[in-house]
């Protein structure tokens, strides 16, 4: 090929495929899948917020919804919400009416309980998404809380109702398979849910549920069902397939690598977060100058206690520190952590472990939680990085 012939052709630039997938997120993100769309966050990139702006805020999408695929908000006013069941009468819920009643806000971390997975999978290769460990963030939903929704309609929920289902527009890709929900302890959802309106103050982007998502803080993300269309009030749990086999734990303790027969009596919901910490600086396999150095990162529950400490440990768990640990915007988000150290120059690790006030903290092994679809892994992170 001739000089000007190699001058004209430039290379096209290299892309993640992010912004042919859908508008609005952020080329960093990494590609889980195109369709459904499933987009990771790189820790650099959460570490630079406290609140995860939406560009960089991951995507798990178990079904495709077509009209899905943006970043931009959707229209409310005519959104239909059909509850049901176990109530008195059915009732339609309409955006219209929800965009008139009393919002809440509520800041918490949403997590995918799949996170993680790819630390069961360095024991036992695990099949499903291949998460890393972003498929988290902390983010405001605001919106009515499902309470004063029935309360506003008068529902009458019959005494029989432990559960509560909810259902989304987005269909099954293939005719034979069933239909994406989940199902809720009745008690929580009275307590806790609301119908999630808006992200980080900004109407509901489709991507992420919009225009009506219902979100439980404290709950996994998979819990926090988009394109809310339908909720039904139940005696017993779901027998839906990604709800009584997918997205369970096991009662039992299981050796690492052990299959699972999954039923409803066996095992429960990937409901409540566990108990989690991450260190976002320094990034694996940095090298840093010796001296004092500042590390960072968070740390979260279910909300169910407060958060008592965070330790830190630079010998392979021989010795902790307590890092400071900042009170966060709400029991349901997440609490930043920092840690000054000053290290010899060599090779190391850092570990982070949080600590709650009901005396759980994560293990140093998170195998030890073993699931054979790799749910809720919260085992002490660790970063190795260079002193020089
Ligand atoms: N209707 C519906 N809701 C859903 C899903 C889905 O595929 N369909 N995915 C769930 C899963 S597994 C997760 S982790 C979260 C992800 O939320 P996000 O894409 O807004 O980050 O949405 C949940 N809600
Ligand atoms: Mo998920």
């Known amino acids: 090929m001739s000089i000007e012939k190699a001058a004209i052709e430039k290379p096209t630039p290299r892309s993640t495929g992010v912004t042919t997938l859908t508008r609005g997120k952020d080329e960093r993100l990494s590609v889980l899948s195109a369709a459904p769309i499933v987009l990771e966050t790189p820790h650099s990139l959460l570490a630079e917020h406290p609140v995860t702006p939406k560009p960089i805020l991951f995507v798990r999408n178990v079904q495709h919804l077509p009209e899905g695929r943006t970043a931009e908000p959707s229209d409310l006013a005519d959104w239909e919400i059909a509850l049901g069941g176990l109530i008195d009468q059915p009732v339609t819920i309409r955006g219209a009416d929800l965009l008139g009643m009393d919002q809440v806000e509520h800041e918490m971390v949403l997590q995918c309980s799949g996170n993680g997975r790819a630390k069961f999978s360095e024991v036992f290769p695990i099949k499903g998404t291949a998460w890393n460990q972003g498929g988290v963030a902390n983010v405001r939903f605001s919106g009515v809380p499902l309470s004063a929704v029935l309360e506003k309609h008068k529902v009458k929920i019959d005494r029989a109702a432990r559960f509560i289902t909810a259902e989304g527009k987005d269909l099954p890709a293939a005719f034979e398979t069933q239909d994406f929900e989940h199902s809720l302890p009745l008690a929580s959802a009275l307590e806790k849910s609301i119908f999630a309106l808006k992200l980080n103050g900004e109407p509901l982007s489709r991507l992420h549920g919009g225009p009506v998502r219902l979100a439980t803080p404290g709950f996994y993300g998979t819990m926090h069902v988009k394109w809310l269309r339908q909720l039904r009030f139940d005696q017993t749990e779901s027998t839906n397939f990604y709800h009584a086999t997918e997205y369970r734990v096991p009662k039992i303790f299981l050796k690492p690598g052990e299959q699972f027969e999954f039923t409803l009596e066996n095992s429960i919901p990937t409901w409540k977060i566990r108990l989690m910490s991450f260190i976002f600086d320094p990034q694996p396999a940095a090298t840093l100058q010796s ?98």
């Open 291 to 388: 001296g004092v150095q500042t590390f960072s990162g968070v740390a979260f529950n279910d909300g169910a206690a407060r958060l008592e400490s965070l330790l830190v440990s630079f010998d392979r768990g021989q010795s902790w520190r307590q890092a400071a640990l900042h009170a966060p915007a709400s029991p349901y988000a997440w609490y930043p952590w920092t840690i000054k150290a000053e290290l010899m120059p060599g090779t190391y690790e850092v570990w982070s472990r949080a600590v709650d006030a009901l005396g759980r903290s994560q293990p140093l092994d998170g195998t030890i939680f073993w699931n054979p679809n790799g749910y809720e892994w919260n085992g002490v992170h660790k970063i190795a990085f260079t002193v020089k």
